[in-house]
């Protein structure tokens, strides 16, 4: 069992920028892949960012290239997303994923609950 908390979020304006934590315990957090999705109302969710156990490799959406970062520390159980130049379009519900290897697809083992995420234009 994974149990993953989400922290970070809040409302900002568009051009600002977001740091979200998610802080896993349970099982061997170095051994995982960690994902980064998101959840606007009224849509699926989609995927957002991903990173590979050693951090070696990492996928992003298109739409967030170049403005959003995936990393982690293994030692402290912790996967980030920092989130620059964010716009409206970026308001959504973003959640945490752990899975036992690296995909973008939506079908991770274990979710946070979530983090609000709300840009005002």
């Known amino acids: 069992q994974v149990q993953l908390v989400e922290s970070g979020g809040g409302l900002v304006q568009a051009g600002d920028s977001l740091r979200l934590s998610c802080a896993a315990s349970g099982r061997t957090f170095s051994n995982s892949a960690m994902g980064w999705f998101r959840q606007a109302p009224g849509k699926e969710r989609e995927f957002v960012a991903a990173?590979?156990?050693?951090?070696?490799?990492?996928y992003y959406e298109d739409s967030v290239k170049g403005r959003f970062t995936i990393s982690r520390d293994n030692a402290k159980n912790t996967v980030y997303l920092q989130m620059n130049s964010l716009k409206p379009e970026d308001t959504a519900v973003y959640y945490c994923?752990?899975?036992?290897?690296?995909?973008?697809?939506?079908?991770?083992?274990?979710w946070g609950q979530g983090t609000q995420v709300t840009v005002s234009s």
């Open positions: 990173i590979s156990w050693g951090g070696g490799r990492t």
């Open positions: 994923a752990y899975n036992r290897y690296l995909t973008v697809n939506v079908n991770y083992d274990y």
